[in-house]
């Protein structure tokens, strides 16, 4: 899941982009824009569905080990999370400070 949020601040997640070659700089800009809003809106349902599989990793054991589910389950919280915010850092990047970079923040 951390490797799911890296893909995101390095915007190489999954994105069809048929429409953005034919779309002007402008329509780009925008266009980025609802890419990470819908990003953050997928890191969202993430978060929120996870919670109950902390819960549950509360109460179970791995059958090998003893250990407690819920270190597993946790990973899907944090990287839900951190989906969410890396969607928005790459949000307020392209409309408040109007860095278009293809390659992502910070690479």
């Known amino acids: 899941m951390i490797g799911a949020a890296l893909a995101v601040r390095r915007n190489q997640h999954f994105e069809v982009d048929l429409l953005a070659n034919y779309l002007g700089s402008k329509g780009r800009i925008v266009q980025r824009a609802v890419m990470s809003l819908l990003v953050f809106v997928g890191g969202g349902v993430i978060a929120w569905t996870a919670i109950e599989f902390v819960n549950l990793g509360l109460l179970k054991k791995d059958p090998a080990t003893g250990i407690k589910m819920v270190y597993i389950y946790a990973s899907l919280l944090v990287g839900g999370v951190l989906i969410c915010l890396l969607a928005l850092e ?5 409309i408040f400070i109007g860095k278009d970079d293809e390659q992502g923040a910070g690479v």
């Open 90 to 94: 790459k949000l307020f990047m392209q």
